[in-house]
């Protein structure tokens, strides 16, 4: 009686565990994240004030806007960054958790001055990237784009929104 009791337990899991495998999974719908302008930032040559760049961003203002910054994009436009307005200036530290474009992070002081950059930060590295000095801003943008324009320490920035 024992054998029938288990053969019949065990053919009803047979059946049971062959029905999940006609079920269809579901599928989460995600929806892209697109870039919305809400300022413009320029980018000036400490020596002489000459422009190096110009362009459009987007303002990461809050905790979850800060946390989650570009995080899940899959590109972005030569003309377009994020800058980001932290709590306070002090040394900071960015990292590349489900980021999946390569970055150069450029470091900002409270006098609106290039303390540092990382440049070619890599896609999903979660390696701590730290400012030089103290920073209250930080601005990301494609990477490569820092060598083009020859952004350095000590060159401005400012921008409206």
């Known amino acids: 009686m024992k054998r029938i009791l288990i053969s019949g337990v065990l053919l009803a899991f047979l059946f049971a565990s062959e029905g ?16 919305t302008k809400e300022g413009e930032v320029s980018l000036k040559k400490a020596a002489n004030d000459s422009l190096l760049a110009q362009f459009n961003i987007e303002i990461a203002d809050d905790a979850y806007q800060i946390e ?27 990292y590349m958790k489900n980021t999946e474009i ?10 609106k001055k290039v303390v540092n950059i990382h440049k070619n930060a890599k896609p999903f590295d979660q390696t701590s990237l730290f400012s030089e000095g103290p920073a209250i801003y930080v601005l990301e943008v494609n990477a490569g ?12 920035v400012d921008w409206n929104h």
């Open 102 to 111: 390569p970055l150069d992070i450029i470091f900002i002081n409270s006098d």
């Open 20 to 35: 999940c495998k006609d079920k269809q999974e579901s599928k989460v719908l995600t929806r892209e994240v697109v870039f």
């Open 68 to 94: 989650t910054g570009l995080m899940y994009r899959t590109s972005m436009n030569d003309d377009q960054g994020m800058l980001f307005f932290l709590n306070e200036e002090r040394i900071q530290s960015f």
């Open 145 to 156: 784009l820092t060598d083009l324009w020859e952004l350095q320490p000590g060159d401005k």
